[in-house]
């Protein structure tokens, strides 16, 4: 009997245990995504035997016949020769969203195939007339729009994973108790699978979603997104364009994330790198120890101890010549007039503890009034950005404000440098009553010495 698509997911939804039980299974042997049918059917059969009721165990049956799921078009392949049935990708998908810790993350490989369909988009755009209504231009762009979808769908479901990742393994070292064995050994093995998830997939991601990365061949990904807006704007298609762009932005907005995950994980791996050095060093001194211990095993029973001089024990030595001291309490209470002894001794030493903080702040005055010197000589160049800003005549349009502020500060600061115009773009900003546009290109500004990276602001004709 054949039962319709939309029942079946629901009832797969409804037990997906049963699911999750087949993904763990995939995940471990990482041979592909065919599930033997042995398998399949052993946890079917696990399901029905917990139905009390007959009807519901028949209505089961029929829904998790691989015939039926075949029908339905939620399998892939359906191979009883060889054993096998292969569910749809977006069934896999489906079911691994429900559990954030089943998501798998994208490997090097995996991301340099998004990057180098990117570019393959971006080749094909450059061999194809631009033209609305063109079908080969049609069928180029509808290709490289699920290009986007598709890094997009994989970058979000990745840092997801990575997320998830991070927080079960960080939660099993925080919860460690070093009393127990089994903790201990857990918590090696989650130092492990951190540092396995920080070198083959935090780094590769992070220099996935890097516009300014150096590859022997291609662009980064990011950067052929930005090329083909680019192409696109200059085939007066802005609207296009500008979707492009913010598809790209929500692309690069995961590089925060990932960021955050790398500064989490980078503790633990570095935590397990020191936990292995220590154990390397106690190991070691212990080989070294027995084997002393061994060159004493000559039969003749002359010796059983080490000799203190011995080369192993060399270490130990590093505190050889010092000598304890002994130093006398500061007070002497008594057994009678507790309260008028320790008067006395206020009395007597706070006079020197008054003097002693004295002469400290003597010192010290020194040193705030050096830093007070420096701090109002920031206040007053920051002032005097301010005046210049509020006196200068704004121009009625501009296509890039920072251009505009780096000339005008050339010419009227004295010692003025890139930082500066930082400082008066926000002086700039409060004399406008209407926001500037951005402009989702990436620029760069060169002065003496210094490099800014930055997105251009342009001044429109609603600001006059």
């Known amino acids: 009997m054949s039962v319709a698509t939309d029942k079946t997911l629901i009832v797969m939804i409804e037990q997906k245990d049963v699911f999750f039980k087949l993904i763990d299974y995939l995940d471990a042997q990482e041979l592909g995504e065919e599930i033997p049918l042995s398998l399949y059917y052993e946890s079917i059969r696990a399901l029905l035997n917990r139905q009390s009721d007959e009807r519901e165990k028949r209505r089961l049956q029929e829904v998790f016949e691989p015939e039926n799921l075949l029908r339905a078009g939620l399998l892939i392949e359906l191979d009883k020769h060889r054993g096998i049935l292969v569910l749809q990708n977006f069934v896999l998908d489906m079911f691994r969203h429900f559990d954030r810790s089943r998501l798998r993350e994208l490997s090097s490989e995996q991301l340099e195939v998004l990057r180098q369909s990117l570019n393959h988009s971006l080749e094909r755009m450059q061999t194809c007339v631009m033209f609305q209504g063109d079908v080969v231009f049609e069928e180029i762009l509808g290709a490289f729009y699920e290009n986007v979808r598709t890094t997009l769908g994989r970058i979000k479901q990745n840092v997801s994973s990575l997320q998830g990742q991070a927080e079960h393994l960080s939660k099993i070292i925080e919860e460690h108790d070093f009393s127990n064995l089994e903790q201990t050994q857990q918590v090696n093995k989650a130092l492990e699978e951190i540092s396995r998830i920080y070198q083959r997939h935090v780094l590769p991601t992070l220099q996935f979603l890097n516009e300014q990365e150096n590859l022997k061949s291609g662009l980064p990904a990011l950067t052929a997104i930005g090329e083909i807006a680019v192409l696109l704007e200059k085939a007066g298609l802005p609207v296009i364009s500008q979707r492009v762009l913010f598809a790209k932005n929500s692309i690069r907005s995961y590089a925060k994330d990932v960021e955050l995950i790398r500064k989490t994980l980078e503790r633990y791996v570095r935590q397990s790198a020191r936990q292995r050095q220590q154990y390397d060093c106690i190991e070691a001194v212990f080989n070294d120890l027995r084997a002393e211990a061994q060159n004493l095993q000559d039969g003749k029973l002359n010796t059983k101890y080490l000799a203190n001089n011995s080369d192993v024990f060399a270490l130990a030595h590093i505190f050889n ?49 050096d830093a007070y010197r420096k701090e109002q000589e920031v206040t007053r160049r920051k002032r005097k950005i301010q005046r210049l800003i509020e006196q200068c005549e704004l121009p009625v349009a501009h296509e890039d404000v920072h251009v505009f502020l780096h000339e005008f500060l050339q010419a009227h600061l004295k010692g003025y440098v890139l930082s500066d115009l930082l400082d008066s773009l926000g002086w700039l900003r409060s004399r406008l009553p209407c926001p500037l546009l951005p402009v989702f290109e990436l620029r760069q500004i060169s002065y003496s010495g210094m490099c800014l990276d930055y997105y251009p602001l342009s001044l429109g004709q609603q600001h006059d």
Not at 337 to 366: C, I, M, N, W, Y
Request: charged letters at 30%; hydrophobic letters at 35%.
């Open 321 to 369: 010549g010092l000598k304890g001291q002994k130093f006398d309490a500061k007070l002497e209470w008594g057994n009678e007039h507790q309260s008028l002894l320790f008067a006395e001794h206020l009395r007597v030493a706070l006079p020197k503890l008054r003097d002693t903080e004295s002469k400290q702040l003597v010192r010290l005055t020194g040193l705030d009034n």
